[in-house]
């Protein structure tokens, strides 16, 4: 039986049957949940970062604990790994009740923990206070934005987790450009020539080698929101999610909503989100073909799209074929838009 929200009863993790419910699923307490990072599935990916960083020399492991979000806390050195990146049942979960799981399979989280790193590492070793990192990321004390203007086709950024996100901020800025330094097999000299993003892997690449088997100056091991002091349900967790979701981004609402129709009107309706997630690699590769533009900036826009459209609770309008044409037409001039307004800059 699943735990009830006042219990103190802890459950083995084989207890996350497919037999289980959402519903009772979400009554459990985070601090009882049965995980932590050895005993699932985010231990061999935290083995991986380990023998990566050890591989390129660097004698840094960053501690990593449950949380209910992806995040490197200022001053910790260490890597907070959201609680339904460690069992499918959770993740599966967490994309019904968000429409995604960030990190919710091991290409995912393993791209994932590469950023993290990097935040840790700058912690670690205190890269951020050095007058050469500001002079390549900038300065690490500038306020972190609610929103911020990304260049989609901007060259001076690398191009990682998404949303541009190394646009965002300095440290953001770093955390991607070493991630993409740090995948296995990584042919960053080659993808980004021609690039001004190159001088910054080139730099993180003599910036490496300079601290390569050098301890970290900073080893606290402090661990903050930990799942295990956690008295909320998993129910309490997601209403306080849709809560604070406020899509600041509405502007292509009324083409969806054209595309598509509300579940009012077709209850029984196929989901827009969940076709359009079915056919998103075909159909980001017929739009970046058609355009001329790269299968990045349309990978993000299908994100985007699908979210919304889940977001608004939008189904087929037609049929599976139709609906495809008119999604291939939808994400094009989207795309097109993007790249027209205000010289390529578009608040995410």
Known sequence: ????????????????GPG???ADLL???????????????IGPDVDDLYQTLERRGIRFRPHVWLSTEWFSPDGIPGIAIPFFAAHPRLAQLERRMRGEAEGGNRRSRRRILRHEAGHALDTAFGLRRRSDWRAVFGRASTPYPSSYAARPASRRYVQYLGHWYAQSHPTEDFAETFAVWLQPKARWRREYTGWPALEKLEYVDSLMAEIAGRRARNSDRTVVSSLTKNH???????RRQ????????????RWLERAFVSRSVKPDGLPAGKFLAGIEPALKMQVAR???VGPYLVGQVAYSVRKRATALNLVLRH???DTKKTAVRLYSRIVNDLLQRNRERYVL
Do not use: C, V
């Open 1 to 16: 039986m699943p735990a009830k929200p006042r219990s103190t009863k802890r459950h083995s993790a084989s207890t996350f």
């Open 20 to 22: 289980l419910s959402d």
């Open 27 to 41: 009554q459990w307490r985070f601090r009882d949940l049965p995980l932590n990072p050895d005993n699932s599935h």
């Open 232 to 238: 909320r349900t998993l129910r309490e967790h997601y």
């Open 242 to 253: 849709a809560d604070a979701d406020n899509p600041t981004d509405r502007r292509y609402d």
């Open 290 to 292: 058609q355009i001329g």
């Open 319 to 321: 049929n599976r074929r």
